[in-house]
């Protein structure tokens, strides 16, 4: 699963500010997701830690493998 910055603040409904930093900051730093940088500015994080899927009750979940770069790039971004 890929998420942006931007998808976290939405969805709590907060400004993509200082949470949503210490948000994907803690999540790279446990190694619980990825960081890549597309355009020089857009940041996706993958989420596939094994520990994370199987707290939700899918651990053998397709979201957990890496997916091709064109499938995960934000458009119109």
Not at 31 to 36: I, S
Not at 60 to 65: G, I, T
Request: aromatic fraction near 8%; proline fraction near 4%; glycine fraction near 6%.
């Amino acid at each position: 699963m890929v998420i942006l910055r931007r998808q976290h603040a939405a969805f709590f409904g907060v400004e993509d500010g200082a949470r949503t930093t210490d948000f994907v900051r803690a999540l790279v730093q446990r190694h619980l997701a990825t960081r890549r940088v597309f355009d020089r500015q857009t940041q996706v994080f993958r989420i596939g830690s094994r520990m994370l899927y199987d707290a939700i009750g899918e651990p053998d979940s397709r979201l957990r493998r890496a997916a091709e770069p064109d499938v995960v790039t934000p458009t119109g971004s």
